[in-house]
């Protein structure tokens, strides 16, 4: 399975601001994943990066919350844009591997102020 | 509306019973089921993979998969306390890695010593 380091792993932001949090895969990969799991809850996908287009939302999700960069095929980062509290939630990256497997990254544990 | 339901607990389970874990899902041409441990803080890891009906085995687990019912589930034999967990019922409705997983609310499960 692929190794995922994600960045940062925790942080604390102020109502308003933007974090963006990186993801490093350690082989190519053509598909990566972007999820939100709130407080309590499961996961949620946010939306689909592959490189070289543009990223595909799941419905509720939408690019100018939420932007998205895959330039290659081992790094992709997510943006959570204009943050509020309803924003604190972990944020995951995974990759999919070999029969549709998915492996997921540490996480970045958010907390919006 | 694709959709992953679980019985969220919590399952509680004596050291050394069989704990059964269950899910359903709703969307009949689903490829691929997973389950995941989720551990509290951390990220899910991945138990168990099924593609076709019948059951799969690995180790102490065993999961069971009956498309017909739309019904996945999970046997965990010999419950340790290290099992104590999250348990995540995730699908993939498209099969072909293209796409992100479904994911159920998850079980929560106690082996009590």
């Known amino acids: 399975s692929a190794v995922i380091s994600q960045k940062p792993s925790r942080d604390i932001c102020q109502r308003g601001t933007s974090l963006t949090i990186q993801c490093q895969v350690d082989s190519q990969v053509t598909m990566m994943f972007w999820y939100r799991q709130q407080p309590g809850q499961s996961l949620t996908l946010i939306a689909t990066?592959?490189?070289?287009?543009?990223?595909?939302?799941e419905s509720g999700f939408v690019i100018d919350k939420f932007p998205i960069s895959r330039p290659n095929l081992t790094f992709s980062t997510l943006t959570v844009s204009n943050m509020s509290p309803e924003d604190s939630s972990i944020y995951l990256c995974?990759?999919?591997?070999?029969?549709?497997?998915?492996?997921f990254g540490a996480g970045t544990r958010l907390s919006v102020l | 509306q694709k959709e992953v339901e679980q019985n969220s607990g919590p399952l509680s389970v004596p050291e050394g019973a069989i704990a059964s874990l269950n899910c359903t899902y709703s969307d009949r041409v689903s490829q691929s089921f997973f389950w995941y441990r989720q551990y509290s803080g951390k990220s899910p890891e991945l138990i168990m993979s099924?593609?076709?009906?019948g059951d799969k085995e690995d180790g102490r687990f065993t999961a069971q998969l009956n498309k017909a019912s739309q019904y996945v589930s999970l046997l965990i034999r010999d419950s340790q306390p290290s099992d104590s967990a999250t348990y995540l019922c995730?699908?993939?409705?498209?099969?072909?890695?293209?796409?992100?997983?479904?994911f159920g609310k998850g079980t929560h499960l106690i082996i009590q010593p």
């Open positions: 990066a592959n490189q070289g287009s543009e990223a595909t939302y």
């Open positions: 995974s990759v999919s591997g070999t029969g549709d497997i998915q492996y």
């Open positions: 099924i593609y076709s009906n």
């Open positions: 995730a699908v993939n409705y498209s099969g072909g890695g293209a796409d992100g997983l479904t």
